[in-house]
Nanobody, 124 residues
Framework: QMQLVESGGGLVQPGGSLRLSCTYS????????IGWFRQAPGKEREGVSC????????WTADSVRGRFTFSRDNSDNQVYLQMNSLKPDDTAVYYC?????????????????WGQGTQVTVSS
């Protein structure tokens, strides 16, 4: 059974940092792509960053490029999202998701497996 569990969210001041973790089980990043998404109240879910299993490429959204960094640790079945220079606009529930698509992307309907999400709030 495939499972994804996010952790690491919380309240942080503008300009601060957080590192989100996603622990996955029941599948391998040799066969699945994985990504981070976020959804703010009243807004559509948007892709933040993802890893394509076939190419090993990492895609990052323009809105967070240079501030957020995707990384992975195959030995622990975890992927991470390091978030620096956080802004109030980054406030959202952050989700980890997996897809069989060889090339990952921001189109969330392509992702069939989702974690429960972790809340990130950026506020002074």
């Amino acid at each position: 059974q495939m499972q994804l569990v996010e952790s690491g969210g919380g309240l942080v001041q503008p300009g601060g940092s957080l590192r989100l973790s996603c622990t996955y089980s029941g599948f391998s990043l040799d066969d699945y792509s994985i990504g981070w998404f976020r959804q703010a109240p009243g807004k559509e879910r948007e892709g933040v960053s993802c890893f394509s299993y076939r190419s090993g490429d990492i895609w990052t959204a323009d809105s967070v490029r240079g501030r957020f960094t995707f990384s992975r640790d195959n030995s622990d079945n975890q992927v991470y999202l390091q978030m620096n220079s956080l802004k109030p606009d980054d406030t959202a529930v952050y989700y980890c998701a997996a897809t069989t698509q060889r090339a990952c992307g921001s189109y969330y309907p392509n992702y069939a497996w989702w974690g429960q999400g972790t809340q990130v709030t950026v506020s002074s």
